[in-house]
């Protein structure tokens, strides 16, 4: 979860690769199933655990009395508790008890419903960490110091089995003739020296050092809001500007440009994190912006970023898909603004772009923007360099784009959802032998159902390598 060093080695073009950046867009979902991972294996270990209590008990052995954690053999509660067992029993209590918090704060349904308390929770991996590397300080895993001197399975006449030992390796030493090793002194055990902190400070010094770059980034200067701009369907549009900052297409929905030195993001008012709630909620009134913006004094507000995204990678494919599900355009917005400034610069040949919305509303949005790119193709002879197609997914009632200016946009409108396997087709008639780049960003249910095409590749003379934005 190193963005910033995932987005060096994205960005720089160090990576040249494809597939290798492609991969590196997979960190959250390699993060996930470590975290998973860690998960399973946390529940085996303390299993594991349990069993072995049952163990000290059973199998106590007058032997080594050191090894013993148990005071005597079938002792069944541990009321006098073995010091060297206490400090790793609290630790790792505490440790199953982190996990458990993080782990269930981690799930889909409270990371959307609320962004908070998933986000503290998982802060307490600081925490995590810290237990973890004491855990075994306790000493109760043991090596034996002087295997020279006294080797395994070696016998001895103070031992309780000696009289065993000896009467097997009479009995074996008669039938082999090997002789018995004797051991010259009692067997002495010392506790393993702790090496968590071996395997864990790397990583971890690694992402405190990069959490500590973001933080003195971030906070080095607060952005300037310059404006604040109210859309239908309860999305507000922030445009800020910080010195510095040079975001690239994907990453923010408008990017700064030579005229223009601004950035911005459009903001979907859901939960409790969306930076509405939070900055303007006190203050302001969704349905009175104007006001709100004239009068209000803004709090600081501070960017971290900007971090890799992979509608980064729509230019560098001759064909590409985009497909938005509602207030998930933002990442296109700015690769739309990038080809309407200079198509020509890029790699891309032809674009689709597929946007599905609830709300007729919706789609002015961006309605400015995709007329305009259209009209500058248009002029410059690529009529077939944009295809859109606009969805408008609830069915009830008539409706249309009827304004004259966005005639461009109502004649793409279709009624109802998108039939993903026939768009697939379609496009991969269009363009066979080709390579087609597939970003997606909007619900769950429409990427699945991308990547699922993707992988399916029904048309064998065209590739669709699916790209995902991922927000939750
Ligand atoms: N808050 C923000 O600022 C941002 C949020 N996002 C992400 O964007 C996503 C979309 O947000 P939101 O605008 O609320 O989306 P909506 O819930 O309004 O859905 C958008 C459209 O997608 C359609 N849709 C859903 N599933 C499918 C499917 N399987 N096949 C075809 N169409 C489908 C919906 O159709 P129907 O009406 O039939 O359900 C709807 O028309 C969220 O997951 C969010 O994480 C992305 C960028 C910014
Ligand atoms: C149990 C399963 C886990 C799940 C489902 C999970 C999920 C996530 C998700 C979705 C993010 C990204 C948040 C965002 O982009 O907004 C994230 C970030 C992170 N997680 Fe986990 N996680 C899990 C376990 C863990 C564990 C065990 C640790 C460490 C002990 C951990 C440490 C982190 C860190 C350090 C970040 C980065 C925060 C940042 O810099 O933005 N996670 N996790």
């Known amino acids: 979860m190193c963005r910033s060093l995932l987005t060096f080695l994205r960005g720089s073009q160090r990576v040249t690769g494809r597939r290798v950046r492609r991969l590196l867009d997979k960190s959250k979902t390699f993060h996930v199933a470590c975290g998973v991972t860690i998960c399973i294996f946390s529940v085996v270990h303390v299993s594991a655990h349990l069993v072995n209590m049952v163990s000290f008990s059973v199998r106590y052995s007058e032997d080594f009395p050191g090894l013993n954690v148990a005071q ?42 609320s962004y908070e308390i998933f986000w503290y929770t998982h802060n307490l991996f600081i925490v995590f960490y810290v237990i973890l590397m004491v855990h075994v300080a306790g000493g109760a895993l043991k090596y034996q110091s002087n295997v020279e001197t006294h080797p395994p399975g070696c016998v001895h006449n103070n ?27 009692e067997a002495r055990f010392q506790p393993h020296f702790p090496q968590t902190w071996l395997w864990v400070s790397a990583p971890l010094c690694l992402y405190c050092a990069e959490r500590f770059y973001r933080f003195i980034r971030s906070s080095a200067a607060p952005v300037t809001i310059v404006s604040v701009v109210s859309h239908p369907c309860s999305v507000v549009e922030l445009r800020m500007l910080k010195s510095g900052f040079k975001p690239r297409p994907g990453q923010v929905s408008p990017c700064p440009t030579g005229k223009n030195q601004t950035f911005g993001i459009h903001l979907r008012v859901l939960g409790d994190w969306t930076l509405w709630k939070c900055v303007f909620l006190p203050t302001c009134n969704i349905s009175n912006l104007t006001v709100c913006c004239a009068f209000s004094s803004h709090p600081r507000v501070h960017v971290d970023g900007p971090f890799g995204s992979p509608s980064e990678e729509v230019f560098n494919y001759e064909v590409s898909l985009c497909v938005a599900g ?103 008639r269009a363009n066979q032998l080709k390579r087609v780049g597939v970003f997606c960003c909007g619900p769950k249910g429409i990427s699945k159902a991308l990547h699922t095409l993707c992988n399916s590749n029904p048309h064998t003379e065209t590739a669709f390598e699916y790209n995902k934005e991922s927000f939750s």
Not at 72 to 79: A, K, L, N
Not at 167 to 173: C, S, Y
Not at 364 to 388: I, K, M, Q, S, T
């Open 159 to 185: 031992l309780s089995s000696w009289t065993n030992h000896r009467a097997a390796g009479e009995k074996g030493a008669e039938s082999s003739g090997a002789p018995q090793t004797v051991c010259q002194e």
């Open 72 to 113: 005597y053999r079938g002792q069944v509660t541990h009321t006098d508790t073995h010091m060297d067992i206490f400090f790793p029993g609290v630790t790792g209590v505490l440790l199953v008890l982190v996990l458990f918090l993080m782990f269930t704060a981690s799930s889909y349904c409270i990371r959307v419903s």
């Open 326 to 428: 509602g207030i998930g355009v933002t990442p296109f917005a700015c690769v739309l603004q990038a080809l309407f400034d200079d198509w020509r610069q890029y790699k891309l040949k032809r674009l689709y772009f597929v946007w599905v919305c609830r709300d007729l509303q919706s789609f002015y949005w961006f309605a400015d923007l995709l007329c305009g790119l259209h009209e500058r193709l248009w002029r410059d002879n690529r009529p077939d360099y944009l295809n859109v197609q606009l969805y408008l997914s609830n069915t009830q009632g008539l409706q249309s784009i009827s304004e004259e200016r966005y005639r461009f946009l109502s004649s793409r409108l279709r009624i109802g959802r998108p039939k993903w396997k026939l768009i697939f087709q379609e496009i991969g």
